[in-house]
């Protein structure tokens, strides 16, 4: 098969070769062997590395582990590649898209998410921020269908006195249904909700005390709902 892909991990294996876990539009995650890549005059050169978007020939045989026969570069992202910051900032993106979208299903949607934030942390390695991840995580649970309820009281639907956060009803909570939740002031929530709403290149900027109480709602969320588990932001 052929397919365009984003190689989210790439372990060495053997003498020679790498194992590749990669996320495609159709096929979501796959893993790959890649044959004396390692090996100097490897056809493949560097280009099975973390992050590299590519056109891959995939071999499909009788296990899981499919053969990587052969690889087309459609960009190397080589701004990013060489900032540690937006390095980093892809690292911890890829991680959080492979916690919530681990299996074979197709989500072209999140395929095209990863490629933009890949794209504007080559072009803009100073967005690799704290609220970067956060509106990134906050994508992946819109795309995984549960997204955080912010425009109303997740219990009742009341739309004033919105006070609290609550995992387990998931999202914004009011004054008289406050139970089992955090607070959470209106700062955090007007973040939360144009994170949300705007592209990645329009993350709000925050402090440090919204961003940590967003992470925890987007990470309680998706522990909650999604049975996935984020690594800390801060
Ligand atoms: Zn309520």
Do not use: W
């Amino acid at each position: 098969m052929k397919t365009e892909a984003v190689v989210l991990r790439s372990i060495r294996y053997g003498e020679a070769d790498r194992i590749l876990h990669v996320y495609t539009p159709m096929r979501g995650k796959l893993s790959a062997i890649a044959k004396g890549v390692r090996r100097s005059k490897s056809r493949f050169g560097g280009r099975l590395e973390p992050f590299f978007r590519l056109n891959l020939e995939l071999h499909e045989g009788r296990s899981e582990l499919m053969t990587v026969t052969g690889a087309e570069t459609i960009s190397a992202y080589t701004t990013l590649r060489a900032d540690e910051r937006a390095l980093n900032g892809a690292a911890r993106a890829c991680d959080s898209l492979g916690r919530v979208f681990d299996s074979g299903e197709p989500h072209p949607e999140v395929f095209n998410l990863l490629c933009s934030a890949l794209t504007l942390l080559d072009q803009n390695p100073e967005k690799a921020t704290d609220e970067f991840q956060v509106a990134f995580r906050l994508k992946l649970l819109l795309a995984a269908g549960f997204a955080p309820q912010l425009a109303a009281c997740a219990s009742c639907g009341e739309v004033e006195e919105l006070v609290g956060f609550s995992p387990a009803a998931g999202g914004v909570i009011c004054a008289s249904c406050e139970a089992g939740s955090f607070e959470l002031d209106g700062e955090t929530h007007r973040f939360l909700t144009a994170a949300l709403a705007s592209s990645l290149a329009q993350t709000p900027s925050a402090d440090r005390r919204v961003i940590s109480l967003a992470d925890r709602a987007v990470s309680e969320t998706a522990a909650h709902h999604g049975q996935v588990r984020f690594k800390a932001i801060a």
